[in-house]
């Protein structure tokens, strides 16, 4: 988009709709230079006309407070089913 390339942990097409959205999953939110390239990562889409829960996704973790399998279920039925 706008001559900036991505390459998201996940990318998704919608079955029946054929919508593409993007899927960024932070895993280590607890160390701070990968916490802050994450901001920047989320600020560069957000420019470039992506936007959280509509054709962008983000999910965090950290080593004290991992993802839940259950957390990961309700982000998959909220925006891509």
């Known amino acids: ?3 900036v ?5 996940f990318t998704i097409k919608i079955p029946g709709s054929g919508e593409i959205k993007y ?5 280590m939110m607890d160390n701070e ?4 390239k ?3 990562k989320i600020d560069k ?11 962008f996704i983000a999910s965090f973790e950290s080593s004290i407070q991992p993802l839940s399998t259950k957390s990961i279920e309700k982000i998959i039925k909220e925006y891509l089913l």
């Open 38 to 40: 994450a901001v920047s």
């Open 5 to 9: 390339i991505f390459y998201p942990d």
């Open 45 to 55: 889409y957000l420019q470039n006309g992506f936007f959280l829960g509509k054709n």
């Open 23 to 27: 899927w960024e999953h932070f895993g």
């Open 33 to 36: 230079d990968y916490s802050k």
């Open 1 to 3: 988009v706008n001559g």
